[in-house]
T-cell receptor
């Protein structure tokens, strides 16, 4: 059974810092991996999708990497801003196209 | 707005009542998914449709839950005889199957969710 773990569960950093969020999964037979952002009480916003054959994706200040063989992904946020404060969720897609989520990392960027 | 929409956004009901939620996916998206999220946890898969066919249901989906997607467009999720444990955020997502340069896409786009509170 696929399990997704995110570390740390919570993170507080001063504005301007670069930071890394970690995601690990137990079954390497994934279709793709998505990183999402969720603001309190809101739905999910897709940030980056990495296909199983890819190693990384970049969008603006965000960079996500995927190492399928070791079951790991990282989300790198450069030059963090208070507006980046949110919960970040990692999800892997299995062979039946459903997403399996981690519990998320709650990020607070202090001004 | 061309994103995924869900109605209502909030629902408060008494235990034992029936509730129904609606999801309108992004037009032309052929897959539609329902997830449930409780406080402090990531969403958990409930069920999904490809066009009008319901292809998979989680064992989280007890017989009190039923979902439909008539004509392959919007979808409804009904919960009968609600229990306090049903209180959660119910999220809908849609995706488009296909390939781009030989690579399958399948990116899921989520709606704002329906927050259910069962008293």
């Amino acid at each position: 059974k696929q399990e997704v773990t995110q570390i740390p569960a919570a993170l507080s950093v001063p504005e301007g810092e670069n930071l890394v969020l970690n995601c690990s999964f137990t079954d390497s037979a994934i279709y793709n991996l998505q990183w999402f952002r969720q603001d309190p009480g809101k739905g999910l916003t897709s940030l980056l999708l990495i296909q199983s054959s890819q190693r990384e994706q970049t969008s603006g200040r965000l960079n996500a990497s995927l190492d399928k063989s070791s079951g790991r992904s990282t989300l790198y946020i450069a030059a963090s801003q208070p507006g980046d404060s949110a919960t970040y969720l990692c999800a892997v897609m299995d062979s039946s196209y459903k997403l399996i989520f981690g519990s998320g990392t709650r990020l607070l960027v202090r001004p | 707005d061309t994103g995924v929409s869900q109605n209502p956004r909030h629902k408060i009901t008494k235990r034992g009542q029936n509730v129904t939620f609606r999801c309108d996916p992004i037009s032309e998206h052929n897959r539609l998914y329902w997830y449930r999220q409780t406080l402090g946890q990531g969403p958990e898969f409930l069920t999904y449709f490809q066009n009008e066919a319901q292809l998979e249901k989680s064992r989280l989906l007890s017989d009190r839950f039923s979902a439909e997607r008539p004509k392959g467009s919007f979808s409804t999720l009904e919960i009968q005889r609600t229990e306090q444990g049903d209180s959660a955020m119910y999220l809908c997502a849609s995706s488009l199957t296909g390939t781009s340069g030989g690579v399958q896409l399948e990116e899921q786009f989520f709606g704002p969710g329906t927050r259910l509170t069962v008293l």
